[in-house]
């Protein structure tokens, strides 16, 4: 079993920043996962964010966020990253990280991530 925790949500008015973290623990040790950020905003479906492949080299981003969005992840502290910048008012949802042990192919699908976090809520004030 792997765990995720986030953290670095909250308020922050629109063109603002954020960094948002995500800490893996359990089995993490010689384990290797394509890791993704998706977001969930009220009433809607949960959708693809970013992802970024196990060794860093290959990342994905949602059409709208490109350019404002960094995925980026560190192996050696089990930790991925998502940098926030000229946020807006349609970013605001929560936000879950998640980790496929597919490391071949760096998949955009909800259904292919087999772990996910609790989730941490980024709310954008117009």
């Known amino acids: 079993q792997v765990q995720l925790g986030e953290s670095g949500g909250g308020l922050v008015q629109a063109g603002g920043s954020l960094r948002l973290s995500c800490a893996a623990s359990?089995?993490?040790?010689?384990?290797?996962?394509?890791m993704g950020w998706f977001r969930q905003a009220p009433g809607k479906e949960r959708e693809f964010v970013a992802a970024?492949?196990?060794?860093?080299?290959?990342?994905y981003y949602k059409e709208s966020v490109k350019g404002r969005f960094t995925i980026s992840r560190d192996n050696a502290k089990n930790t991925v990253y998502l940098q926030m910048n000229s946020l807006k008012s349609e970013d605001t949802a929560v936000y879950y990280c998640?980790?496929?042990?597919?490391?071949?192919?760096?998949?955009?699908?909800?259904?292919?991530?087999?772990?996910w976090g609790q989730g941490t809520q980024v709310t954008v004030s117009s």
């Open positions: 970024i492949s196990w060794g860093g080299d290959r990342s």
């Open positions: 998640a980790a496929d042990s597919n490391i071949v192919t760096v998949r955009r699908d909800v259904w292919a991530y087999d772990y």
């Open positions: 359990g089995r993490t040790f010689n384990n290797r996962y394509t």
